[in-house]
Antibody, heavy 120, light 108 residues
Framework: QVQLVESGGALVKPGGSLRLSCAAS????????MTWIRQAPGKGLEWVSY????????DYADSVRGRFTISRDNAKNSLYLQMNSLTAEDTAVYYC?????????????WGQGTLVTVSS | EIVMTQSPATLSVSPGERATLSCRAS??????LAWYQHKPGQAPRLLIY???TRATGIPGRFSGSGSGTEFTLTISTLQSEDFAVYYC??????????FGQGTKLEIK
């Protein structure tokens, strides 16, 4: 079955950097667009970024554009999120998820998330 | 950016009863609307897409309806495992792919 396992969450100081990973299994990873979605404490879900199956297209929420970089390694069935210049507003549980298709941008399968805390 | 507004914020319903959750879009999203269920500490689960199509493995007691700006998720006979937070998400006008703020369905 589809499995997505996020890792890399940690406590980091404001201005710091962190790289999240998502290990995928149970499906043909290279065929799917992938996305990162986050949930700040006590808040709802916020879409963060997505990447096409062939890595040729990416997009970001305005709140992270220029600071976060999404990438993937299809040979390793892995998705990544490089996060720089972190602020307290980036504190959240980060989920990776599969995207149904390039035109149907909803999210079929999700991981259980990894917690990022930005605090001094 | 399309704003999705869910109501009520919290809904208290007894097991065995019917629950009706609402989601409103600030402009038309046609039928490009999905619903998710989220339990604490678990991965969110896709319930409905295309406003009314159940995702694979979702029980028939879950149904979605609506189009344009007004949408409803109905759970016909609540089971104990249905108590969770429910989110709607539009994918008609993107990016960003916007979610509602969630409705917490709690046991009455």
């Amino acid at each position: 079955q589809v499995q997505l396992v996020e890792s890399g969450g940690a406590l980091v100081k404001p201005g710091g950097s962190l790289r999240l990973s998502c290990a995928a299994s149970g499906f043909s990873f290279s065929d799917y667009y992938m996305t990162w979605i986050r949930q700040a404490p006590g808040k709802g879900l916020e879409w963060v970024s997505y990447i096409s199956s062939g890595r040729d297209y990416t997009d970001y929420a305005d709140s992270v554009r220029g600071r976060f970089t999404i990438s993937r390694d299809n040979a390793k069935n892995s998705l990544y999120l490089q996060m720089n210049s972190l602020t307290a507003e980036d504190t959240a549980v980060y989920y990776c998820a599969t995207v149904r298709s390039s035109t149907w941008l909803f999210f079929d399968f999700w991981g259980q998330g990894t917690l990022v805390t930005v605090s001094s | 950016e399309i704003v999705m507004t869910q109501s009520p914020a919290t809904l208290s319903v007894s097991p065995g009863e019917r629950a009706t959750l609402s989601c409103r879009a600030s402009q038309s999203v046609s039928s490009y609307l999905a619903w998710y269920q989220h339990k604490p500490g678990q991965a969110p689960r896709l319930l409905i897409y295309g406003a009314s199509t159940r995702a694979t493995g979702i029980p028939g007691r879950f149904s979605g309806s609506g189009s344009g700006t007004e949408f409803t998720l109905t759970i016909s006979t609540l089971q104990s495992e249905d108590f969770a937070v429910y989110y709607c998400q539009q994918y008609n006008n993107w990016p960003p792919y916007t979610f509602g703020q969630g409705t917490k369905l709690e046991i009455k």
